[in-house]
């Protein structure tokens, strides 16, 4: 082991010599007498070298005691996965005093930038997901000082690890757009995109998702639903589960419907006017999409203002219905316990109808992709035909509820139901 003594009276030589601590630590003498603490260390599979400091007893100087405990915290940080050698050198860029081009400061405005153009949603999960796993490895990092290694070692690998694949795809496209917003105010040379497309040689790929589960023929689909009406449970999570199977909207859809979007329900033509932000698709190409109700489902609307007419949501929270509609697990889950995981999910709802009414009216499978708002990339031919099969669509919807629903209860009977 090695001792102070030895450090003090270790002598130059023609060629630079090695006194070996242990633990990969060791002291480097030089032939101008220069003393240096370094540790060996391996990281992704390569040798590599950690300086520590000169040593000495000075100011700028590191004691035998001070080298152990850096080498120490050096292969704590190799046991988290970190190299400690890019760890310190990040820490050192971090006392920048330029914050116009400081990463979090940049990504701030840009998220200021086009969240106007985002749903609440969105804007929110974009934001945390760059609190969560972008600013605390890079966030104080200048953007020139960025390069791929640090995206894919601190940022994206993390992410790999918790297998949460897609997250991390979608991480390196917000961390991309950053970069380039950058390059476009000048921050950085157009080239500097170290979060680029060419990360994706490196990144795990998106496994391909599973088909929703979903029951496909009408009478075992009449039976789920029966058998989930009669299950235990707040009656909004049944009035959704049932305006779910009635409308095959998708389940966000769903839950963000507000009273102020239903419209002439007391008269021949009832519909309910989604606003595009609801809508699936990319920011900045969504349409709002107009759903032609059958008398059902305008039941279901009346029901459910009965008891939530209140709040700004039909189908509100049900532990705290002031502060936010019902989640997109609720009727999910409910499906659960009702026994049909693996089965019938709440998404399903839309491969039923689609599958059920392509074998009754084959001939308007086109009318079918427009009910499930599977529209052209063209927008003008999108909007044009949604307008256009309204009233298809209005004969298709009802034909499948009273299908659906025929001998069962009224919506508003689900409102007296067994709860939990």
Not at 41 to 64: F, H, P, Q, V, W
Request: net charge positive; with cysteine.
């Amino acid at each position: 082991m090695l001792t102070n003594v030895e450090c003090r009276s270790a002598e130059p030589k023609d060629k630079p010599y090695k006194i070996y601590a242990e633990t990969g630590l060791y002291l480097l003498v030089n032939p101008n007498g220069s003393k240096l603490f370094r540790m060996k260390y391996m990281y992704d599979g390569k040798a590599r070298t950690y300086s520590i400091g000169n040593y000495g007893t000075g100011e700028n100087e590191i004691t035998l005691a001070k080298a152990r405990q850096e080498r120490d915290e050096a292969k704590k940080l190799l046991k988290e996965g970190r190299d400690p050698t890019l760890v310190r050198r990040l820490n050192r860029i971090q006392t920048t005093t330029d914050q116009s081009t400081i990463f979090q400061e940049v990504t701030q405005a840009w998220l200021k930038k086009n969240s106007s153009g985002w749903t609440p949603k969105h804007s929110a999960d974009v934001a945390s997901s760059f609190r969560t796993d972008v600013f605390p490895a890079i966030g104080r990092l200048p953007l020139a000082e960025i390069n791929s290694v640090m995206v894919m070692k601190l940022v994206l690998e993390p992410i790999e690890k918790r297998t949460n694949f897609e997250t991390a795809h979608r991480t390196r496209q917000r961390m991309s757009a950053v970069f380039r917003y950058s390059a476009a105010l000048g921050l950085v040379p157009r080239e500097h995109d170290p979060a680029g497309r060419h990360l994706l040689e490196v990144m795990q790929p998106v496994p391909p998702k599973r088909p929703q589960p979903a029951i496909t023929e009408l009478e075992p689909l009449r039976e789920m639903l029966r058998k989930a009406e009669e299950y235990p449970c707040h009656p909004t999570t049944k009035l959704a589960t049932r305006f779910l199977a009635l409308t095959a909207v998708r389940v966000a859809t769903m839950s963000g419907a507000r009273w102020e979007q239903f419209v002439g329900l007391d008269g021949p033509l009832p519909v309910w006017e989604i606003p595009a932000e609801q809508m699936k698709g990319e920011t900045g190409h969504k349409l709002p999409f107009t759903v032609p109700l059958c008398r059902q489902a305008v039941e279901v609307i009346e029901a459910a203002r009965r008891i939530n007419g209140q709040f700004p949501w039909v189908f509100p929270n049900d532990i705290r219905p002031q502060k936010g509609p019902i989640s997109n697990n609720t009727v999910i889950f409910h499906l659960y316990r009702v026994g049909y995981r693996g089965k019938h999910t709440a998404h399903g709802f839309r491969a039923s109808f689609s599958t059920i009414m392509n074998e009754r009216q084959s001939s308007m499978r086109h009318i079918i992709d427009f009910a499930l708002a599977h529209v052209p990339k063209d927008e003008v031919e999108a909007a044009y035909n949604r307008a256009r099969y309204l009233e298809d669509r209005r004969r298709l919807h009802q034909e499948y509820a009273d299908l659906l629903l025929e001998g069962f209860p009224s919506a508003f009977e689900l409102l007296d139901g067994p709860k939990r």
